[in-house]
């Protein structure tokens, strides 16, 4: 195979978010690895931010882009883990769709349709799967130290305003292992903004979330 037919329009829209997706993935590992806790907040941030977005939207519109999201994994695994994923899935089953199609089919015009197909239907399963193993794997990992009925009593950082309908808090054990919790206040108590500290009340297993109320000891 000639390297220079990879510069064609028809690989090239695979071959490049591929590329970006490669980029992405090694520049999180990078500043993980070297900014400890503070990155892998941030990114928990975001991830919160857009899990409690799909939340919202999918309670309010039966479904619709928030369900989609979720389903695909978005607010359940690292949203740079997710997105990567999501463009390698697309690149990798894109690149060799084109290839195999090209085989039977001259014009790239005829054959594009059905490689873009291919490619988007595979991307999507390949970021499942991906969010999947990882919102199996990691909370095992987050949870080695401390158990989550053990956080009971704990005072965590709201990243995500907390509400009846659910929010999102950080607790660090004293392993400074970092604990991404799913809270709500009770029926008739008041919102807890972001970036409030609060105490982590009764645990349902049932629903995995923390009954949440503000912290005597906080000085916002």
Not at 87 to 96: D, E, I, M, S, Y
Request: glycine share 12%; aromatic share 10%.
């Amino acid at each position: 195979m000639n390297a220079t037919i990879l510069l064609n329009w028809y690989y090239l829209i695979f071959l490049l978010p591929a590329g970006v997706a490669v980029v992405l993935l090694l520049l999180s590992t990078v500043m993980s690895v070297g900014d400890g806790g503070a990155d892998a907040e941030t990114d928990a941030d975001v991830d919160a931010d857009v899990e409690a977005d799909a939340d919202g939207e999918s309670e309010s519109e039966g479904g619709g882009l928030g369900g989609a999201l979720g389903w695909i994994g978005v607010g359940h695994a690292p949203l740079t883990l997710v997105m990567g994923s999501l463009l390698l899935g697309w690149g990798f089953t894109g690149f060799w769709a084109v290839r195999l199609l090209s085989m039977k089919i001259e014009s790239p015009g005829a054959f594009i349709g059905p490689a873009v197909l291919i490619a988007a239907v595979f991307a999507v399963l390949i970021a499942r799967a991906v969010a999947k193993i990882s919102a199996y794997i990691v909370p095992k990992i987050q949870t080695a130290a401390v158990s989550r009925e053990s956080l009971v009593g704990q005072e965590a950082s709201v990243v995500y305003p907390v509400s009846v309908n659910g929010g999102r808090a950080f607790y660090y054990d004293s392993n400074a292992v970092l604990h991404d919790v799913t809270c709500r206040v009770r029926p008739g108590e008041p919102e807890i903004g972001k970036g409030r500290k609060v105490i982590l009340g009764a645990y349902d297993e049932a629903t995995g979330r923390f009954y949440a109320e503000p912290s005597p000891f906080d000085q916002g």
